[in-house]
């Protein structure tokens, strides 16, 4: 039974490029919540997302940062025009519907912004 | 003033002590309490769940919530060098309809075989 799955592990880009960060939730899992993990710093929530639905995205910063999560395929975590502050590593979790609480977080992708 | 405090550590142990981890928070609409594992440059690891004041017990584990006093521990029994890891935690106040998860800093733990 495969765990939370995301891609790419590492993803390098130059300031002013997007990254696109997928995930595709342990299966029968309805709920995808994405968090950001900065150098020395512990996870912080950006946003929670149900099948073609934002639930939540008071975490995401204003500008620049979008996701979601369409009736097929894997979530999607997309940066515009990247700047080195936004090297970090980011974790997407998935949880089954009816115990969102229990968060099951994948390996993460560990963007580097050159 | 952060929402959950966590002693960041480092914690070095010996193997086969008990190692006692610690969180305090300020939100009281938090209910649901977790710990997780983290290895270095992995995802976190869902050890511990527990809801509202009370104690639970997994194996050489044991979750402790004093909601009262809004302070939540994780006790390793018998720790061992594979539990060298960050310990964090994490709450959060709603679950039927899915919240986010606040986290405390984590602690760094060494066990030294």
């Known amino acids: 039974n495969a765990g939370v799955m995301q891609n790419p592990r590492h993803l390098v880009r130059r300031r002013g490029q997007e990254a696109r960060l997928r995930c595709s939730p342990m299966k029968g899992h309805s709920h995808v919540y994405w968090y950001r993990q900065l150098p020395e710093e512990g996870l912080k929530f950006m946003v929670y997302?149900?099948?073609?639905?934002?639930?939540?995205e008071s975490g995401m910063p204003k500008e620049r940062f979008s996701a979601e999560f369409p009736k097929e395929g894997p979530s999607i975590l997309r940066i515009q025009q990247v700047v080195r502050g936004d090297s970090a590593a980011y974790f997407c979790?998935?949880?089954?519907?009816?115990?969102?609480?229990?968060?099951?977080f994948g390996p993460g992708t560990r963007l580097t912004v050159l | 003033q952060k929402e959950v405090e966590q002693d960041p550590g480092p914690l070095s142990v010996p193997e086969g002590a008990i190692v006692s981890l610690n969180c305090t928070y300020s939100?009281?609409?938090?209910?649901?309490f977790m710990w997780y594992r983290q290895y270095s440059r992995k995802g976190p690891e869902l050890l511990m769940y527990t809801y509202s004041s009370g104690n639970k017990e997994d194996g050489r584990f044991t979750a402790q919530v004093d909601k009262s006093s809004k302070y939540i521990s994780l006790f390793i029994r018998d720790s061992q060098p594979s539990d060298s890891a960050t310990y964090l935690c994490a709450m959060s106040a709603r679950e039927t309809s899915g919240s986010r998860l606040t986290f405390g800093e984590g602690t760094q733990l060494t066990v030294n075989p």
């Open positions: 979790a998935s949880s089954p519907q009816g115990a969102a609480d229990t968060q099951y």
């Open positions: 939100n009281s609409a938090f209910q649901y």
């Open positions: 997302l149900q099948k073609e639905n934002i639930i939540d």
